[in-house]
C-alpha cells in the first residue's frame, strides 16, 4: 500500500475516533428535575404559612378567654376583693368591666390577621400592605405594654395593707416586688426591641422590589 494512501486512511480513522468525544464534549447537560424556586416567593410563602398558624393559635386563646370572661363575670372576683376591704385599683376595675369587649377586640384582630395572612399567600397586594401594617402596630404595642406591666406591679403593691408593709415580712415581700417588677419591665423590654428589630427587618424585606413584582 502506498504510504500516502495509508497516511490518509489513519488521519481518517482517527478523525472518526474523535467525533463522538467532541459530541459528548459539547452535549448539553439535563435540566435539574426540581428547579431551586426564587428566594423572594420562598420568604413570602414561609411569612405567610408562619402567620396563618399564628392567627389560628390566636383565634383559638380569644375564644377560650371568651369562656373565661363569662366565668369570671358570673363570679365577679372585683366585688368579692372589694367584699374583702381589700383596695381595687382603678385600672383593675376598668379591665374588670371592660373584660368581654376586650377580648373579642382581640378575637376580631386575630380573624383579620387570619385573612391578611391568607391574602399574603395568595400574592394579593391589599395582603401585603396589610401584613406590614400589622407588624408595625404590634412592634409600637409591645412598647407600649411597658407602662402596663409598671402599673400592674404598682396595683399589687396597692393592695398589700399598710400595718403588712411595716412589718419585717412585708419588707421582705415588698423587696422581693420590686425585684420582680424590675427583671419583668427589663424582660418586657428586650423582648419588645427584639421584636421591633425583626418586624423592621421583615418590613424593609416585603418592601423589596423583587417581593413587590410577585404581587397584584
Known amino acids: 500500500m502506498p504510504e500516502g494512501l495509508g497516511k490518509s486512511g489513519r488521519s481518517g480513522d482517527s478523525a472518526l475516533h474523535r467525533l463522538p468525544q467532541r459530541a459528548r464534549v459539547i452535549q448539553p447537560a439535563p435540566p435539574p428535575l426540581h428547579p431551586a424556586r426564587p428566594s423572594a416567593a420562598s420568604f413570602v410563602d414561609v411569612t405567610a404559612r408562619l402567620s396563618l398558624l399564628m392567627a389560628g393559635l390566636s383565634i383559638a386563646w380569644s375564644l377560650f378567654q371568651l369562656l373565661l370572661v363569662a366565668v369570671l363575670g358570673r363570679l365577679d372576683p372585683v366585688g368579692w376583693l372589694q367584699q ?27 380573624v383579620a390577621l387570619l385573612a391578611v395572612s391568607w391574602a399574603l399567600l395568595r400574592r394579593h397586594e391589599w395582603g401585603r400592605i396589610g401584613f406590614i401594617v400589622f407588624l408595625v402596630v404590634v412592634a409600637l ?20 395593707p399598710a400595718g403588712f408593709l411595716d412589718s419585717p415580712d412585708g419588707r421582705e415581700a415588698l423587696a422581693q416586688m420590686q425585684a420582680s417588677r424590675w427583671t419583668a419591665l427589663i424582660s418586657a423590654g428586650v423582648t419588645a426591641l427584639a421584636f421591633a428589630g425583626l418586624h423592621g427587618w421583615l418590613v424593609i424585606r416585603l418592601c423589596h422590589d423583587e417581593v413587590r413584582a410577585l404581587f397584584r
Open 141 to 160: 404595642a409591645n412598647f407600649a405594654m411597658l407602662p402596663l406591666v409598671d402599673g400592674m406591679f404598682a396595683a399589687m403593691q396597692s393592695i398589700l
Open 84 to 110: 374583702q376591704g381589700l383596695p381595687v385599683p382603678a385600672a383593675m376595675q376598668w379591665a374588670a368591666r371592660h373584660a368581654l369587649s376586650l377580648t373579642v377586640l382581640m378575637l376580631l384582630l386575630s
